[in-house]
């Protein structure tokens, strides 16, 4: 177990929806990452927050945007849903020499 | 931009020894991870080398860093079916950010 907690585990949704994806570092640390991972991906990086303020952007689309709040839970939402938005999403908080540290993971199905 | 590749599979018999390897561009990396993905579950930290070392042993596992050629390798001494699961690589990004850039994973097929 990694300390870090994500919800929900699995999704199904169509076309066009909205989701909120939801993550809790663990305990003390002040970075949250976002993560997806897709078949033909690999582990893309999308978004950073540290202490509450975006740190860092990736390859996050316009219709994705995430925060996170003053307990330092994190929500990534996802707009406007294709089939292609259909992917595990990590969320990862990080330890003191930098590693990270994963949740389980939400798996996005878009039908 | 900075970029970690891997060999996409692995296929070794119980008992062997696995080799996985990894390149890196960022030569400022200060740090280089592996990690653990088995079917359905999340990444799990397996060891990690800090650059000015050329060797971590940790019971099974050995990481080899050849910074010059930014090589990177992890070894599974005694290979077990239960280590059958995709292997990433990763490094840290030289940005002050602290986010890791991930290899495309290894699977590593452990046959009995």
């Known amino acids: 177990d990694s300390g870090v907690t994500q919800t929900p585990k699995h999704l199904i949704t169509a076309t066009g929806q909205r989701v909120t994806l939801r993550c809790s570092p663990r305990?003390?640390?002040?970075?949250v990452y976002w993560y997806q991972q897709s078949l033909d991906q690999g582990l893309q990086f999308l978004i950073q927050?540290?202490?509450?303020?975006?740190?860092a952007k990736g390859n996050i689309l316009e219709r994705f945007s995430a925060q996170q709040f003053p307990d330092l839970h994190s929500e990534l939402n996802l707009s406007s849903l294709e089939l292609g938005d259909s992917a595990l999403y990590f969320c990862?908080?990080?330890?003191?020499?930098?590693?990270?540290?994963f949740g389980e993971g939400s798996r996005l199905t878009v039908l | 931009g900075e970029d970690v590749e891997q060999s996409l599979f692995l296929s070794v018999r119980e008992g062997d020894s696995s080799v996985i390897n990894c390149t890196y561009t960022?030569?400022?990396?200060?740090?280089l991870y592996w990690y653990k993905q088995e079917p359905g579950a999340g990444l799990q930290l397996l060891t990690y080398?800090?650059?000015?070392?050329d060797m971590k042993q940790d019971q099974r596992l050995t990481v080899l860093l050849n910074k010059k050629d930014k090589h990177l390798s992890l070894r599974i001494a005694d290979t077990q079916t239960g280590d059958s699961a995709i292997y990433f690589c990763?490094?840290?990004?030289?940005?002050?950010?602290?986010?890791?850039?991930f290899g495309q994973g290894t699977t590593l097929q452990v046959k009995p």
């Open positions: 990862a908080s990080s330890g003191l020499t930098g590693e990270l540290f």
């Open positions: 305990s003390g640390d002040l970075s």
């Open positions: 927050y540290y202490n509450g303020e975006e740190r």
């Open positions: 960022d030569s400022s990396s200060t740090y």
């Open positions: 080398i800090f650059s000015n070392m």
């Open positions: 990763a490094e840290r990004d030289s940005s002050n950010t602290g986010k890791l850039i």
